[in-house]
């Protein structure tokens, strides 16, 4: 599967943004998906995930109650709404899918990690200015 994220910029704190990657390849269904960010001289966080479905969805304490994320397998997109956004939400947003033939312990905790996730897209950068 390829990923392609788009919808980063800037926006000021407590403004919101919407951010999404589109799949191509494979069936989308057959990935449970994430996002991660990457601050500059930081490594790569978690910040959400979401099942093949939809049906169950995982966040950060960082961003939980701010970020929603969500899919729509018709048009093979994920996406993340992120408001109230904080200078410290100033990263890139890399999205990544894990192939669910792969079990991989995803649904136990692996959706957290880096090793969790077979493909990434290029990310995009968003910027909170304060």
């Known amino acids: 599967v390829q990923l392609q994220a788009s919808g980063g910029g800037l926006v000021q704190t407590g403004g919101s943004l919407r951010v999404s990657c589109a799949a191509s390849?494979?069936?989308?269904?057959?990935?449970?998906m994430g996002w991660f960010r990457q601050a500059s001289g930081k490594e790569r966080e978690f910040v959400a995930a979401i099942t093949w479905s939809g049906s169950i969805t995982y966040y950060a304490d960082s961003v939980k109650g701010r970020f929603t994320i969500s899919r729509d397998n018709a048009e093979n997109t994920v996406f993340l709404q992120m408001n109230s956004l904080k200078p410290e939400d100033t990263a890139v947003y890399y999205c990544?899918?894990?192939?669910?033939?792969?079990?991989?312990?995803?649904?136990?905790?692996?959706?957290?990690?880096?090793?969790?996730?077979?493909?990434w897209g290029q990310g995009t950068l968003v910027t909170v200015s304060s």
């Open positions: 990544g899918a894990h192939d669910r033939e792969y079990l991989r312990g995803w649904y136990s905790g692996t959706y957290r990690s880096l090793a969790g996730y077979e493909y």
């Open positions: 390849g494979r069936t989308f269904s057959s990935y449970d």
